[in-house]
């Protein structure tokens, strides 16, 4: 049947054909197959027989071939009738909801009420013409040139400059959204999959899958599609995600054919058909269920949650593990704990902001009190004057300018441009990491990097090129130290050897020709199979006719490699009827197995354990310490009758016949050596964990330079490493592994567990004082678990399974092991692009509110009106994150160690700086303000009275105080100390143009501001006196410079700012989410529990509605989403009174007291 045409395919089978009644003329519904879907195991096999007769009935009704799929010419139609490969995404949200969030801000709502009530009583004229005279000073000058008119102006300044803040943050978040998702879409993209067209085997983007697709399953593949299996060798499918069942499904075409999107190929391949994509698949199902637009939304909201602190954050936090896209089962969400818990950097800033936030508030309060208390006392106590009820007004009028004044100085202590700051460096970063090959898939694994202690690396593809070539082996009792001369071998040996090659391994594995002229032929598949198929074209055969012959449907029994065997072994049926097993692996592992060898003459001779022990020691071990990868290829013959019992594995594989032991080389990558020793003098430790044989790991390290002969290190396989870590018992215990992990620099001949378990005990190990920080690189199916665990995971972008990427935070698009080290320079870069924003906005911070402060308290005016301090904020918040987040990293920042959890934000070189150019800053200002007038020779500003038109003398102070920002911002682009602050300063052209722009958009407010900004405007010799006090800043920091950290003290004790309760070293996990989570809990705790209330209810309800309408998929669900709720309720409980209910539905919370304990 395979060599007939799609038409005569047709037309043979026209005879029962049904598709007149269905749609678009296929002869099955939309709503057949999603009912088929739903069924499993045997249910689903007797209704296909019901129905359609057989897989082929299905096919035909759909109008596909089971071998050699679609024409592609109906492909739209078929989009038309079954829908596209896509979950149509939520609406990304729009500009004005961006803003209306933005408005949300308590600072900027408290500002507005204040403006508006301002620009109300400006409006207020109290009646009477001569009440001036008796309500005392309040009213003197009020009345000057109809500046009366003119008081509307700073209500409307204020509210002006509230929209300028606004429009700024909403735009910064409307591009990060974009960003974002076009990062997601570039994912979505990468993602291809093998389907059958048109007899030709394709790669498609997922997108472009349509029902009646054959698509082509191997090992490590996420399915894409719903689809019904058509042939299957040896496949295992994780159905975990959608079910929640963690052990692995076997799935075969006649038992259990039924595959499900979202799920994971564990073992084995096989070809199916596609039934249901996009939202009719079950994955798609459970979306629109929960009324998710697909896992971007998920991604998004962590994103979120991580990027502000808002309330309008918060809100999604009780989703996360509701919504968690493929609802992950319980072993995920252990795995989970660890990510949740905040980066590093992010913990420490939350806790940095509350902290500064306090002091604002308290700043602010006083202010506000002494201001109205000294006004009070001075008119009514001292000149003793009555309060006059027309008079009101005029006092009320004064009560709100200080209550305006009070509000600046919480603004301006506020420091609402750390999130930004974050957001635009992470941002940045990303987007400039993709050059550098790193697919950044959540953001803060960028910075995280930057603190990575240790990489555990994988060999094969990363360490080196994944090019693998067949370079010496061990046929008919001849060791070739190069592929031999085909001539040299017996035909009987050869045909064998060739045979096994060709037909032993996967058929998707192919060797095409060179794409460009002179280029090496392109592997395509399983490297370590390219490299066998690489000696069969050596040998002058071709392994295509071979596979032609034997087709991959009438490959009788395939073993497929995984993990547990090392080896992949398939059965062939002869033509007199008996049959023959091929079997390839590991060296050492397949020669245990085989009792014969081939001779010279290519007849089998017996192959005794003492053989097998000299040719471990003559040509295993001199190849593997050449760093070649060591392949034996075996076969054995089979009587026809009595069938064997294939499914009794052990004694099947057994009692082989070794053919040829290969030598495959896989050189180490050029740049790789160079990358490591930068790794190491950044102060990470790189490891190699590998499942290759332990003398080829070895001699792969050397040549990497992971170890140096002669220094103190070990090297261990798997047995030896579990043997030393784990206890009578056999479980693993901390202090066994305390004693290896520090030497270990080779793991070899692991198994995925045993990787997971390294990192596990990297992580939790209390050894350093700091707890170690983990990337790991992996790019097979068994590697997620590591890849989840580490603080970091790299999958591979080209050979890496999908299993590998979803688990991952960083995809290598290359490969590489250098574009790692490429992620650590930008996640330092992060790091300290934050701490000089930090550097600079602390000292902004401490002068102004100290100025506003002590300048209301003796002269009943902050010498910074309100207008001017939110100019002040909007260079400190914005531009300045602008200019000192876009830093680009310089090698130097690999020079130096990692900084380590618990290190405080604020080095003590931080707080020299912060607090040397306050005192200076703090020195002018003052110095401006009480003996400015003498200096400069102009009328006093100091008690003025309302509505006064602005003063020349407080125009000389917001000038100079604004310049000295501008100057210091070039001093804050340096934090270690350096002398040279303008060094690269023309690498980066942003910093340049902000802090031009920024001059000039000065000259524009103090020349032609007027009365909205309190300004009047100075000539060229005042502006001469301003820039020289400004430009003091430059040569104020190389003092500051010189004088030694060790003098001062008291820093230490200040750079510990941030260092109370810091994460312990995780002994813990819950009380660690406490940790964090306090300082989150500070923020606007009230709304969070607002809107966690209101979004739990509103999830129930949509929940509990689609049930009503639901499907037979009902029943599964509802056993998933109430573990998930239970799970959630006891964490998340949105409210005090919800405890009980918590309570009710969770039998292990103890009468309360967890659920009240975790109120956030």
Not at 802 to 805: G, I, L, M, Q
């Given at each position: ?20 009644n ?45 071998t ?5 010419d ?73 500046e ?21 943050t ?145 809100e ?32 420490k ?13 308290v ?32 006092y ?22 750390l ?35 240790a ?46 090659i ?19 032929p ?29 087709p ?172 030393r ?45 700091q ?14 678990p ?15 399974t999908?299993?590998?990427?979803e ?22 870069n ?65 020079m ?52 006064s ?43 340049c ?22 300004c ?86 949509d ?58």
């Open positions: 049947m395979g060599d007939l045409t799609n038409s005569d395919y047709y037309a043979k089978n026209q005879g029962n054909d049904v598709s007149s269905h749609e678009g003329g296929f002869g099955v519904s939309v709503m057949e197959l999603r009912d088929l879907m739903e069924l499993r195991g045997s249910e689903a096999v007797v209704k296909i027989q019901e129905e359609y007769g057989d897989m082929d009935g299905l096919c035909q009704r759909l109008k596909t071939s089971p050699e799929g679609l024409t592609g109906d492909l739209d139609k078929r989009k038309e009738v079954y829908g596209e490969n896509l979950i149509p995404p939520k609406k990304p949200k729009t500009f004005l909801q961006l803003v209306w969030e933005a408005l949300q801000d308590v600072t900027l709502i408290i500002l507005e009420v204040a403006a508006l009530i301002s620009l109300g009583l400006s409006f207020y004229q109290p009646p009477g013409g001569d009440s001036g005279e008796s309500c005392g000073t309040a009213a003197a000058g009020a009345e000057d040139e109809g009366a008119e003119a008081g509307w102006i700073e209500g409307a300044a204020i509210l002006l400059s509230v929209v300028c803040v606004v429009l700024v909403a735009f910064n978040d409307w591009s990060k959204e974009k960003q974002f998702r076009g990062l997601q879409s570039r994912i979505e993209q990468e993602q291809k999959f093998q389907v059958v067209r048109g007899a030709q085997v394709i790669q498609l983007p997922v997108a472009d899958i349509v029902v009646g697709d054959i698509a082509q399953i191997k090992y490590g593949d996420l399915l894409p599609a719903d689809g019904v299996l058509i042939q299957g060798n040896d496949l295992k499918i994780d159905e975990s995600s959608l079910t929640g069942e963690s052990d692995h499904v076997k799935k075969d075409a006649d038992k259990d054919p039924m595959l499900l999107s979202g799920t994971h190929v564990m073992e084995g391949s096989g070809r199916m058909l596609v039934t249901a994509v996009g939202v009719n698949s079950q994955t798609g199902i459970i979306f629109t269920l929960l009324g998710a637009g697909e896992p971007v939304e998920e991604e998004k909201k962590k994103e979120k949650v991580k990027k502000q602190d808002g309330a309008a954050a918060m999604m936090q009780p989703l996360k593990s509701a919504e968690g896209g493929e609802m992950e089962e319980k072993e995920k969400k252990k795995a989970n704990i660890s990510k949740k818990e905040k980066s590093v950097l992010q913990g800033l939350t806790k940095l902001a509350v902290q500064i936030g306090k002091a604002g508030l700043m602010s309060a006083i202010t506000v009190i002494i201001l109205v208390l000294y006004f009070a006392v001075d008119n009514f106590v001292l000149q003793k004057r009555p309060w006059l009820t027309e008079c009101t007004p005029i009320v009028q004064y009560f709100v300018k200080f209550f305006i004044i009070g509000v600046t100085v919480l603004v301006v202590a506020v420091p609402e441009g999130p930004l700051a974050v957001t635009i460096s992470l941002a940045y970063s990303v987007k400039k990491m993709m050059k550098d090959n790193n697919l950044v898939r959540h953001l803060d694994a960028c910075e995280t990097m930057g603190n990575a202690t990489i555990c690396s994988d060999k094969t593809g990363t360490l080196t090129t994944n090019r693998m070539t067949a370079v010496a082996c061990y046929v008919g009792d001849v060791h070739y130290k190069e592929i031999p001369d085909p001539g040299a071998l017996t035909a009987k040996s050869l045909d064998i050897l060739v045979n096994a060709s037909l032993n391994s996967a058929y998707t594995t192919k060797i095409l020709p060179a794409t460009k002229e002179g280029g090496l392109m592997q395509v598949g399983n490297k370590t199979e390219c490299g066998l198929l690489g000696l069969v074209l050596d040998l002058k055969r071709d392994y295509q006719p071979i596979r032609n012959q034997i991959e449907e009438k490959l009788y029994k395939v073993y497929t490699f995984n993990s547990a065997r090392k080896s992949m072994s398939t059965v062939i049926k002869l033509s007199d009827g008996s049959f023959r097993m091929y079997s390839k692996g590991a060296s050492e592992i397949v020669l245990k197995k085989c009792t014969k060898i081939l001779n010279q003459e290519g007849e089998p001779r017996v192959f005794r354990p003492r053989d097998k022990d000299e040719m471990v020691k003559k040509v295993i071990e001199p190849m593997a310490c050449d760093g070649l990868r060591t392949i034996c290829v075996a076969y054995r013959d089979f009587p026809g009758d009595p069938e064997p019992l294939w499914d009794n594995e052990n004694d099947i594989l057994n009692e082989l016949t070794a053919v040829c032991v290969v030598g495959i080389e896989d050189p180490v990558r050029p740049e790789v050596p160079d990358a490591i020793i930068r790794c190491q003098r950044a102060g990470i430790t790189v490891r190699m964990v590998t499942g290759d044989n332990i003398n080829t790991a070895r001699a792969i390290a050397i040549k990497c330079g992971i170890i140096h002969p002669g220094e103190d290190f070990l090297c261990i396989d798997g047995k030896e490493f579990n043997r870590i784990r206890n009578e018992k056999g479980e693993v215990e901390q202090e066994r592994m305390d004693k290896v992990w520090p030497k270990l620099r080779v793991l070899a001949r692991s198994s995925p567990t045993d990787k997971h378990t390294l990192v596990k005990g990297i992580i939790d190990s209390c050894l350093t004082d707890r170690q920080v983990v990337a790991v690189t992996g790019d097979g199916t068994n590697d997620g590591a890849l989840k665990k580490a603080d970091v995971g790299f999958a591979m972008g080209i050979a890496g999908d299993v590998a990427k688990a991952s935070d960083i995809i290598l698009t290359d490969d590489n092991f250098s574009s790692i080290v490429k992620a650590v320079m930008w996640g330092r992060v790091y300290d692009s934050i701490s000089k924003f930090l550097q600079f906005q602390l000292t902004v911070n401490v002068v102004a509110v100290i100025v506003a402060f002590t300048g209301a308290c003796i002269t009943q005016d902050s010498p910074l009106k309100a207008v001017q301090m939110l100019w002040v904020n909007l260079i400190m918040d914005t531009f300045a994150s602008l200019a000192l987040a876009t830093e680009p990293p310089t090698e130097a920042l690999l130096r160690k990692p900084y380590g959890r618990n290190k405080p934000l604020i080095s003590s070189t931080m707080t020299k700086n912060i607090l040397g150019h306050g005192i200076y800053q703090l020195v002018i200002i003052f110095s401006l303000l009480f003996v400015g007038e003498q200096i400069f020779d102009i009328d006093s500003g100091r008690h003025a009275p309302l509505h038109p602005p003063s020349e003398h407080y125009t000389i102070i917001f000038n100079t105080f604004v310049l000295m920002q501008l100057f210091n911002e070039i001093n804050a682009r340096k934090i270690h100390g350096e002398r040279n602050v303008f060094d690269g300063i023309f690498r980066n052209p942003i910093f143009s902000i802090v031009f722009g920024t001059f000039a958009i000065q000259i524009v407010i103090v020349q032609f501001g007027g009365k909205p900004f309190s009047t405007p100075l000539d060229l010799e005042k502006w001469g006196w301003c820039t020289f006090l400004g430009l003091g800043e430059l040569v104020w920091g190389q003092v500051i410079a010189t004088i030694p950290n060790s003098k001062l003290r008291f820093l230490r004790g200040a750079g510990q700012l941030t260092k109370k309760n810091e994460m312990p070293g995780d002994e813990d996990m819950n009380e660690d989410n406490e940790e964090i989570d306090h300082a989150e809990r500070e923020l606007r705790r009230g709304q969070v529990l607002w809107f966690r209330g209101l979004n739990r209810i509103q999830t129930q309800i929940v509990v509605n689609t049930f009503k309408s639901g499907s037979s998929y009902q029943g599964q669900l509802r056993r998933q989403s109430s573990t998930t709720s239970q799970n959630q309720d006891v964490t998340n409980v949105s409210s005090p009174s919800h405890v009980s209910l918590s309570n009710a539905l969770s039998p292990t919370s103890p009468a309360g007291h967890s659920g009240r304990e975790r109120i956030p």
